[in-house]
């Protein structure tokens, strides 16, 4: 096992970190099996075709048209219509699971009693049994269950982490986290599952710890499908508390994150081109205005109080940092950074805000 | 009674929209007497002492110090430590009120039984029987009784309403405003009672109609002092949703609201120096990527489908409208925009949100 | 020879323009080889790859390391490190030269008298005299030589033209451009050759005429290396001015271009995620301030007294509407938008522009 | 003489700054006269009437509507059309002139006769030979002439000043500036002289030097009117370079300067509500791209490859800062940052840009 604090150094092992150093090879290369060839899945071949250490093998996916680019662009990768022709494969050592979330539990499933490691897609599973089994599973069978939590493979993310670990934000106080944009409705899943999924990875790797209740509200805009705008609230034990609000019929395109701690505040925006992380030192301590029906605080908006600091963050991208960190747990027995824990506790809470949707925004106990 | 629809040319009687023109003179000036000099109270008596058809009169304020400055800057407006002495001024007719949140009703309630016209800072007053009597006490003696809803008055919000009335933007389905900042701790009030109420004022002039559940979840940082964090839902009728969050705490400000309807989105960005006003002809047509874990839409979000356009909207002092308004409405005996039942309507919205906070997000039906 | 207006519907075939429908589909494939595979390179045999109409038959360049990553990718593709290879190659009918400036003149040139079509890197040559000769081979010859300005290929630039073309812009008054980045120093080419080329592209496009004299200023920071730092100011017969300036050395990516007319003015910023094109409809016609040192316009300034606009453009890569643009104009012998003529006129204002920055800002007449 | 470096600290006296300390008060208070009531007069009052030790005294402007604002906004102060009125007024210890540029020469030197300091707007004259006699007066009368370059008393510029001071800027290689808006066509002087003249006094004050020569272009697009569009290059002694650019018909307001040194690069931008000055640790260093027609460059732009930091900068009104500044001169008799001689140097950069202008760029030694 490997904790987080040690493994993150090994992360970087990336040709975006280090592009002048040559990666520790293992004995034998990681034969990779992709399941689902849609719109993640070409992320994930790529991506593992230039990972040291693994071996793209075969690609498995119900359309012969998507099968046939596969071949296109990659002639040396067998490709298949048969999920099971990827389990029988022995070439195949560690499958990653692309398809669509009500699928990750029989397909991930079927990886671990096949003996295979498993990279499954966000969210792991469907309910949080499923994900329970999953985790057990790759637990009896010691092999590798990782969650594929892109964001927490972020620089960004990552930079954040060692702020907050170096004590300098202080307490933190709140999470705030709005991820919304124009985007299509989904079928099986609903935008909590779909877009939610995101923070509170991002939250699980942050905080370190898991909220004890939860509230959600929420609205489907047509009848019978998924709900597509909602509002999670997250309470931790002390005062600390989490906010997200995700929204598939926005006009703009925000991924925008607000950290509270007692010493600094943390902005971060996914979108800025270069300074994705803000790191202000601002307070509260200039509160010498006129008291008023409004109190003076209007004076102070917008002011910033302290200097603030834009620190230097890798944007590498964070998919070659995870099939790289997924190949290395593999080849040296490590527990990932997102394993099936991480993935579980995300999925009881996504399970836990679903109940309190459903009753309007009461807390949910965790 | 003048119907908001109406009474909005009329709103636009200010030096800052029709430089030129001379404003309707009444027969007589309206005599003005400012409540409270604290962080408001300057701006009203600015603004009332540039209203046509108003005369500033007189102001009281428990501070020595903050009269004198009035002397200094108005040697021609009387100053009094006692606020009786406005009541008893024959010549003041009407009085606005710009004192903690605690005093609006004894204040506002005195400068009714005396007859005189009222103007009231926000929130109307501190619950919703306190604001019923002010309401109903304003009926029976016939006076103009209207809360200083101040972004009711911004060009902005006011070319929303109008892009809302005009159809272009369709059924609206939701309204999610964010407002916050690095603010200062109010003593009598919470954050929701200090920044939310802006909110739900625009959100009451842009829908029309009042939410039938709310539910809210917040926390207070500082033990025994009112909540500094605080989210939001309102539910209606039908499928349109609002959400505020309001925070004291947040390294930058932000005043965004997004308004989504069939037809077009609206952003709205009070902090934009010239386009406060973005509307999208954006649509979710284009869902013909492929199927995957995440669903095509990260292959369109942050590509509008359609042109943006940012709609001139008046830039002058929100203030000098409203004060011209509230002018008006008392010579004309008119019914103002944001009369007390508008402010009713809202000081009950934030009743039940307390409510619903203390129940950890349970909804609150209104 | 196709009229860039006629030709500019044809240029949209591209699939990220229309992904349902096919392209005409020319006789016989248009074998493409591709020599450079440094930079650019890359990205032409990614394009060509997918370009309807073309075939990508070889690669040529002196790195066995970079052949090989080609034939990692591509293994169908020939690479050598011989040119004279492709020259030699029956099946290639077209050359894309992707090398250094300094060697854009001999490869291209062997490359006509081989019988090939050619697409040059901008810029065509060093020299005006070089670039002259290259047009005078290729119209001898029949052949299609068309040089890579990237910028005229994309969506922004290309719905800018047409907004001109409309007639709604007006009359052109200016032209401002600043292309500034953190760079690296080049070695054969200075940063009037190596940035100002696209803005001078652009501007050939948009505006359709060559100016009369050039001024421009500049610096090199490095002795015995390039000018890193200049300024370029471009005077035509009427009162149109044009003024570019470029940076090696700045902390941040600039990349905006303003173009003012008589009746509207457009802001162009490539980095803008969606909004890239804004056009305003602002005017001066606010004068009605009172005098002063610094006149009225302060009280305007910031101000808008129009609405602003923002046209959808298609985010389509630029690229690839380039190469299918080239492959339509050698399977149609069509002349290209970006012919040899084109490339001609920028390089003599680039090689005027060297001229008057070593007469320290004294013009010189085109 | 009090030189700048000393007198920094005494300039951070004012209300902004230190609410809570009383400034040291001189024996007597400083009568102010103020010559002009247009677009900045009235600002001048303004803060006169709030500087510790000073007096608002008497205002003078031709049209009796703008002295009735200055009586009933502040009826202690007199008021008169003639100018000389204030020339006589022996409670008049200093003028402050903020009349159109013509009068600048009579009015100061007429002042200066009769034996008053003298505070006046930028530019300082029409031309440097009056520039020059106006110093000579108040050296020979050792009378304190201050010109208003309002900028250098802004607290983002003074933190830049000190950021250079410090030397972690490193040796300056650059500054780039553009101020461009929708302006209002001035009659008496063209944009260099309007808006430039900003620019020039920043540059004066953040470089410390003077250059060598300089070359303008630009043009006007009303025949028989001043030039509305203008590009500034100074050259100094080593290889530093200054490039200024300014536009009356712009339709955005850009008010961004790039100052980049050796070791750190800022971006000063007026319009950013709280980070107004940047601080990049950026460097070149990070060279290893492949080589290519474009180069590398590409693969950095946008990276920035140190952290970013923006220090924390008064926000208070910088015309504050400067009547205290006066006011402090004037009674400690000390030389003002932006004395005679500063406006002199200024002053002669416009003359020779003009001249440059009127070659078509030829630079002109200075």
């Not at 490997?2 to 150093?21: D, M, W």
């Not at 996916?61 to 296109?72: G, N, T």
């Amino acid at each position: 096992m490997v904790p987080p604090s040690e493994s993150i150094p090994a992360l970087t092992i990336s040709p975006f970190e280090r592009p002048g150093e040559a990666p520790p090879r293992p004995e034998r290369l990681v034969g990779i099996g992709v399941a689902g060839y849609g719109y993640w899945g070409p992320n994930l071949v790529r991506n593992f075709g230039m990972t040291p250490g693994a071996r793209m093998v075969a690609v498995s996916d119900l359309s012969p048209h998507r099968l046939a680019s596969v071949k296109a662009l990659y002639p040396a990768v067998k490709t298949t219509p048969v999920y099971a022709d990827m389990l029988a494969d022995p070439e195949i050592v560690a499958i990653a699971i692309a398809t669509p979330v009500s699928s990750h539990y029989p397909l991930a499933m079927q990886a671990l009693e096949a003996g295979k490691h498993v990279l499954v897609e966000k969210p792991l599973a469907l309910n949080g049994d499923e994900a329970a089994r999953l985790v057990a599973e790759a637990e009896r069978r010691d092999l590798v269950l990782m969650v594929d939590h892109t964001f927490v493979y972020h620089g960004s993310v990552r930079r954040i982490r060692e702020l907050i670990e170096s004590g300098q934000v202080g307490k933190l106080r709140y999470f705030d986290s709005t991820r919304v944009n124009l985007g299509l409705f989904q079928r099986d899943v609903d935008v909590l599952w779909d877009l939610a999924v995101h923070d509170l990875s991002i939250m699980d790797y942050l905080i370190g710890k898991s909220p004890v209740a939860v509230a959600a509200t929420g609205v489907a805009h047509v009848p019978g499908q998924p709900v597509n705008i909602a509002y999670l609230t997250c309470f931790f034990e002390d005062s600390l508390i989490a906010h997200i609000n995700v929204n598939w019929l926005a006009p703009v395109k925000i991924r925008r994150t607000l950290i509270g701690g007692d010493r600094q505040r943390i902005v971060y925006d996914a979108l800025e081109p270069s300074e994705k992380v803000k790191v202000y030192d601002s307070g509260i301590t200039l509160g010498d205005g006129p008291a008023g029906p409004d109190g003076p605080y209007d004076r102070l908006v917008g002011y910033r109080t302290g200097d603030m600091w834009a620190p230097k963050v890798s944007l590498g991208e964070a998919l070659s940092v995870e099939t790289q960190h997924f190949v290395d747990c593999v080849s040296q027995n490590a527990t990932p950074l997102t394993d099936g824990k991480v993935g579980l506790r995300v999925v009881r809470i996504l399970e836990a805000a679903t109940l309190s949707l459903k009753q309007g925004g009461c807390p949910v106990q965790l």
